[in-house]
């Protein structure tokens, strides 16, 4: 949750959690604040990766 927290604090404009949500891990992003393709697809990766079941892992290459 620390580091949920840490990224709603340093991007406020394009992170955020709704109040019924405050208890749960997740993160919703502004598609529309976002910088560009790559930073959506690198948010997508990232979250897949802290999701994702360790066999999947193991298999995971980076989207070029």
Do not use: G
């Amino acid at each position: 949750m620390v580091e949920r927290q840490e990224l709603i604090a340093a991007e406020p404009a394009k992170f955020w959690v709704p109040p019924h949500e405050a208890s749960s891990h997740w993160v919703r992003v502004r598609i529309a604040a976002l910088d560009d393709q790559d930073e959506l697809r690198d948010i997508v990766v990232d979250s897949w990766k802290q999701a994702a079941p360790p066999r999947l892992l193991e298999s995971f290459t980076a989207p070029a």
